[in-house]
């Protein structure tokens, strides 16, 4: 049985550069496996072969040779040779380079492009009636069998590779279901791209409606990944992905809100009134280095309903203006939220119906119904947050957040 007391697997990944810079088309989400990400899945590849290798069959063999004043030996090693033997394997080094790719999923790839080996010293303690006469030559025998063993070897390590690497590989997700309205699309943007300090895997990274997907009308910004690598893995979520999402509620409606008579304190005695209100446009957050920032503009109009009917009357409009910054952590593999205000609601008369109308009043009664409704409200569905793409039976433990211009900068090491 063959012992690989030092296996080093040496990922001799293709090189190529990496720019994820200005361009007509980018990726959302950027993963990148650093040095230290690569030797951790080394160790899982040594682990591997560990067990694999010494399950290497020597085949029958024969071989002739001359020994001085003996003469010219002739040997045949068969499965039905009397005695027994036992070898020893010290100091296997493989070098292994991969294609890597996507294929028709979205998924990535991992092809062997290129092994080899090498074996530091074959030993073979012989036993048995022919122990005397085979121990003359073993040192030929050692060399026949070390030739062998590294000729299967690497048959060994592209079977690991089809047999572990490739379906771990289709365990990578490629789009998640958020809830009832949203999904979020994983697939690769590009192949893998590698230098020599890490693996970047550009990641379409883009929120889509379960009832009707439709073209984003927007790019995702060139996000410059700065120089970093203590930690095992990196992902750079752009601003794109979080807009992408606030695109997908607002088409579903459920960035509307609708404030009843109730809440508004007494404010129309005479009459049931009804406001609702809804995003000029989609909200976008902002990216700045250090800080996440979003100023919706919200759309209020609002109805006077008639006595003992369901008829509606508009009765005036407003435009409310307001800025909020964005809290953003991890929680084991999602990305969470939470909303704070950095300046109170701001309403303006756009058009009435009915004459003057206290904007003043109406507007500190906005401010407690945004503290105490809205905000609570907003926040309960950014705590559940969205997946990031990790695979399976992977956890973040470590992690570091840094805010740059347009895009989230997630440091972490993997156990």
Not at 123 to 128: E, L, Y
Request: hydrophobic letters at 40%.
């Amino acid at each position: 049985m063959a012992r690989p007391y030092h296996v080093v697997v040496v990922l001799l990944l293709l090189e190529s550069s990496v720019r994820f810079g200005e361009g007509a088309s980018n990726p959302g989400v950027v993963a990148r496996i650093t040095t230290k990400g690569l030797e951790y899945a080394n160790q899982y590849a040594v682990a591997t072969l560990r067990k694999e290798l010494p399950a290497i069959r020597l085949p029958d063999f024969s071989g002739n040779f001359k020994i001085g004043w003996f003469g010219r030996v002739s040997y045949n090693f068969h499965s039905n040779l009397k005695g027994s033997f036992d070898l020893k394997v010290d100091g296997i080094s493989i070098s292994v380079s991969l294609n890597l790719g996507k294929d028709e999923t979205g998924r990535p790839t991992a092809s062997v492009h290129h092994c080899s080996n090498s074996i530091g010293r074959v030993s073979v303690r012989i036993s048995g009636s022919l122990k005397w006469i085979l121990n003359l030559f073993h040192k030929r025998i050692e060399s026949n069998i070390k030739r062998i063993l590294e000729k299967q070897i690497c048959e060994v390590v592209k079977k690991s590779s089809d047999s572990h690497l490739k379906p771990y590989l289709q365990t990578l997700p490629v789009t998640l279901m958020i809830d009832q309205v949203a999904g979020i699309d994983y697939r690769l943007f590009r192949a893998p791209q590698v230098t020599s300090k890490s693996v970047d895997i550009p990641i379409k990274g883009e929120f889509f409606s379960q009832s009707q997907r439709t073209p984003v009308p927007f790019d995702a910004p060139a996000m410059m990944l700065p120089q970093q690598y203590d930690r095992m893995v990196y992902f750079a979520v752009s601003e794109y992905v979080f807009n992408t999402a606030s695109r997908v509620y607002h088409q579903a409606g459920l960035l509307n809100v609708t404030i009843s008579n109730e809440h508004l304190a007494g404010l129309f005695p005479n009459m049931q009134v009804q406001l609702e209100a809804s995003p000029e446009s989609e909200p976008h957050l902002w990216f700045t280095p250090g800080n996440v920032t979003i100023a919706p503009v919200m759309d209020v109009q609002a109805f006077g309903i008639l006595p003992n009917s369901s008829d509606r009357r508009p009765l005036f409009q407003l435009r409310v203006k307001t800025n909020f910054s964005i809290s953003i952590s991890v929680n084991s593999d999602r990305i969470v939220g939470s909303v704070s205000p950095e300046s109170e609601l701001k309403l303006e008369l756009k058009h009435s119906n009915i004459g003057s109308v206290d904007v003043e009043e109406m507007e500190t009664i906005f401010n407690v119904f945004a503290r105490e409704v809205i905000y609570p409200s907003l926040n309960a569905q950014l705590k559940k947050g969205f997946p990031l793409p990790v695979p399976r039976n992977i956890f973040l433990n470590s992690v570091e957040l840094q805010i740059h211009k347009n895009f989230l900068l997630l440091g972490a090491n993997i156990n």
